[in-house]
């Protein structure tokens, strides 16, 4: 009687799941109709998502004027939000790709719904710079087309069209990315169902049959769009930087920048998966498939990730001090101790305090734990882009230019309806697909199933004989 | 894509390693094997089932190799041919600020080509009629086909005869 696979491998999938078990369980939420509290989620997030479109009619109609923004703060809470939501779709792409790459299990688990995640944050964050533009009939104007102007082109140089061609790209290329991965899913949705529900999944099945030779180029195919996520990612949130740090403003003319937004970006996006996570599992009776055990694994790349940032935050203040530049010490003095002194403690006291607990087992295992942290460092991380922004327009060169920032009514309603559009989103999204992916779930049961190895693994009997060694043979393949 | 119809005789397995035994004994037996169907990727399966690597990705290569050159061709392009401006004091050719886009770019084609690729290759589109033979291939039953249309009734019994050593949990004829 031998030991399957190690004892220390965590189990991944609970319940003694089969096969069948796991289709059902992951189908069933997209065939009953919905909950109560689905209901009640979505009939608030449309409210919200309501209230967006009004404050952007409004914010249309009657011009940017509208906004708090002024001559000297003139990003605001438009670029602090787009930052935001970026930085949140992180999470999505690195579950998805850097974790493929690295062959984490635990990704199975969560890794559809955070791509999903992914693509409403970019949607949302995508509101923000296009609505900025102020007259945004012309938003056309930054793709370069051959036109009657000139051709006017647009400007290559400018790290403003990067974002375009970068949070484009990464939009796109995580679309396909997400559905490629969907369409065998669909397809299972598709076989479940009869009449016109059967025609619509067909659809958008593609015709998926899974054939030996289809199963082995989808993986070929997910395997390099995984390969080039990963430095797409890295390169989304580097150029987003490149906004603020290729400027000449002391405060953001740094060459930190791009590490440390792109860590930030990861910590943030984690935490909104973990918001969603823990609701998801619990509405949807997913607590087999995302388990504690996934939960702990993203807390440690929460405690990861924020550290880094930490780490940041003290580096840009030494390098200030060190720096002997009187208009750099000035930046951070006033960024520290200025006019927005409160975003600053709040966005260290969220963004390095709070996630140091994670140290704690018993925290990091604890989900009323997790969910809170979650959202403080939600807000943690909306605070540190909302520091780098105001605080360091808000005393520029020109002291009698110097002012203070406060966000009217409409650029409030803008933001909290983004929360209502991403969350309608992602609410439709529970209701049309499976939100953990079933076949790269089935695909590791045999790995990381309780049934197989988990405390009580059935070892060396007949049934699970076929098992255990289907598990060997597939850890030798890793 | 073949569209005249075929008659096919598949078995279901129970499970992956079921599956895996079938397809090994059918290749020594030499059997013709159609096609094997399963609800997730099988490992181990493809190199049994003598499936050559997929070169999708020597594509995608190509397609990167594209875009970068169209991204950095077009910029140079319009800055030193069409529409020469200085910027900041800075060359009209500043590679250095090229990379970034010419980098999305080169995976923007990249990614877009080797999923149109992919979709076009395994015949799959919006619309196309799945060719299923058991809606339980994609939950929980694997699946190994033989085409049968020009098969005689010898050849029809060997092959029963197979599944049935090899343990299928069903065996059928479908016409797809």
């Known amino acids: 009687m031998s030991q399957a696979v190690a004892p220390v491998r965590h189990v991944l999938i609970t319940g003694n799941k089969s096969y069948h078990n796991i289709t059902e369980d992951l189908c069933t939420p997209t065939e009953k109709s919905p909950t109560r509290e689905w209901i009640i989620a979505f009939a608030l ?13 409004w914010t249309v109609w009657k011009g940017i004027g509208e906004w708090g923004a002024n001559r000297t703060v003139n990003w605001a809470w438009d670029i602090t939000n787009f930052v935001w939501w970026i930085g949140i779709g992180h999470a999505g792409t690195l579950i998805s790709a850097i974790l493929l790459l690295f062959r984490q299990r635990w990704r199975t688990g969560v890794n559809r719904a955070a791509e999903a995640m992914t693509i409403f944050a970019v949607i949302c964050a995508g509101q923000f710079p296009i609505f900025h533009m102020g007259r945004v009939w012309l938003a056309f104007f930054i793709m370069p087309f051959p036109n009657t102007r000139g051709p006017l082109w647009t400007n290559f140089n400018s790290p403003l069209l990067w974002d375009v061609a970068a949070i484009s790209t990464y939009f796109s290329v995580s679309l396909l990315f997400w559905y490629t991965g969907l369409v065998p899913d669909l397809a299972t949705v598709r076989d479940r169902a009869s009449g016109l529900r059967r025609k619509m999944y067909e659809t958008f099945s593609f015709g998926w049959t899974g054939s030996a030779k289809h199963w082995q180029r989808w993986e070929s195919l997910s395997l390099i769009l995984a390969g080039i996520s990963t430095p797409l990612v890295l390169s989304v949130h580097t150029i987003v930087s490149f906004d603020f740090a290729t400027s000449v403003i002391p405060g953001w003319h740094t060459t930190i920048f791009p590490p440390y937004f792109v860590a930030g970006a990861v910590f943030s996006g984690f935490a909104m998966v973990q918001t969603l996570m823990v609701i998801t599992r619990k509405v949807l009776k997913l607590e087999d498939y995302i388990t504690i055990n996934h939960i702990e694994s993203m807390n440690k790349v929460m405690v990861l990730t924020g550290t880094i940032v930490g780490v940041a935050y003290l580096t840009e203040l030494f390098i200030a001090w060190y720096s002997g530049f009187i208009y750099e010490q000035f930046a951070f003095y006033n960024r520290v101790f200025g006019v927005y002194w409160w975003a600053y403690f709040g966005m260290m006291f ?13 925290i990091r295992r604890s989900i009323w734990w997790t969910f809170f942290l979650s959202i403080v460092v939600n807000i943690g991380m909306w605070f540190e882009r909302f520091v780098i922004i105001a605080t360091t ?17 409409v650029e ?6 983004t929360l209502g559009l991403f969350f309608t989103l992602y609410l439709i999204f529970t209701r049309v697909a499976p939100v953990v992916a079933i076949a790269e779930v089935k695909a590791i049961l045999k790995v990381a199933g309780d049934q197989y190895v ?7 009997h007949h049934d699970a004989k076929k098992g255990a060694t289907a598990a060997e043979k597939k850890e030798e393949k890793h | 894509m073949a569209t005249e119809s075929k008659k096919v005789l598949y078995g279901l397995y129970n499970d992956e390693e079921d599956l895996k035994g079938a397809v090994r004994a059918a290749s020594a037996a030499h059997l013709d094997i159609m096609d094997v169907y399963s609800p997730f990727p099988v490992h181990g399966l493809d190199p049994i089932l003598g499936l050559k690597e997929s070169r999708l990705h020597y594509l995608g290569f190509i397609y990167g190799a594209i875009g970068a050159i169209f991204g950095f061709m077009t910029m140079t392009w319009i800055f030193t041919r069409d529409w020469p401006i200085v910027f900041g004091g800075k060359p009209y ?6 990379i970034p886009i010419t980098f999305e770019l080169t995976v923007l084609f990249a990614a877009w080509g080797m999923t149109i690729t992919f979709y076009t290759i395994c015949g799959m589109w919006p619309g196309v009629e799945a060719k299923s033979l058991d809606h339980r291939i994609t939950d929980d039953k694997f699946c190994l086909a033989f085409d049968v249309t020009e098969s005689s009734a010898s050849d029809v ?12 949990a069903e065996v059928n004829v479908k016409t797809i």
């Not at chain 1, 919200?48 to 009619?57: E, K, T, W």
């Not at chain 1, 327009?393 to 009514?409: C, E, H, K």
């Not at chain 2, 029963?160 to 050593?165: N, P, T």
Request: aromatic share 20%; net charge positive.
């Open chain 1, 412 to 417: 409030i309603s803008i933001f909290t309806g």
């Open chain 1, 454 to 460: 988990g405390p009580d693994a059935k070892h060396g």
């Open chain 1, 393 to 409: 327009l808000a005393r520029d060169f020109l002291p009698s230019s110097w002012s203070y920032y406060r966000p009217t009514w």
């Open chain 2, 93 to 98: 050719w500043s590679v250095p600020a090229f």
């Open chain 1, 45 to 57: 997030s449309s409210a919200f998502l309501g209230l967006y479109v009004f404050a952007i009619v």
């Open chain 2, 157 to 168: 019994d060997n092959l029963k005869g197979f599944f049935a050593q090899s343990q299928a």
């Open chain 1, 350 to 362: 969220c963004n390095v305090v709070s996630p140091q607990l994670f140290w704690s087992r018993k």
